[in-house]
């Protein structure tokens, strides 16, 4: 069974930095995109950022600048590093994989449980 676990979530002043990590465990054939969306109180759920397996990479304009995402494809496992924080990140940050599981089928996504990031003015 494939899973999405993502760490490094916590509370943190304005300024200050934290780095999200997701790791991709199960039977996994093959993953595409790789991507962070976060969701806070009271509004829809919205793309941070992506990276493809290749490398290329996409941002919403409000990070642009403060976060970097990154992957390691070896270890399946995608990281958003976040620096520079604002009041306004704070959000539910939910990892997001278009992955495809063993024995071969066509890719769908997953989604992990989440991670609350809360930023202290």
């Known amino acids: 069974q494939v899973q999405l676990v993502e760490s490094g979530g916590g509370l943190v002043q304005a300024g200050g930095s934290l780095r999200l990590s997701c790791a991709a465990s199960g039977s996994i054939s093959s993953i595409n995109a790789m991507g962070w969306y976060r969701q806070a109180p009271g509004k829809q759920r919205e793309l941070v950022a992506a990276i493809t397996s290749g490398g290329s990479t996409n941002y919403a304009e409000s990070v642009k600048g403060r976060f970097t995402i990154s992957r390691d494809n070896a270890k399946n496992t995608v990281y958003l590093q976040m620096d520079s924080l604002k009041p306004e990140d704070t959000a539910v940050y939910y990892c997001?994989?278009?992955?495809?599981?063993?024995?071969?089928?066509?890719?769908?996504?997953?989604w992990g449980q989440g991670t609350q990031v809360t930023v202290s003015s």
């Open positions: 997001n994989a278009d992955l495809a599981p063993l024995p071969p089928v066509p890719p769908f996504d997953y």
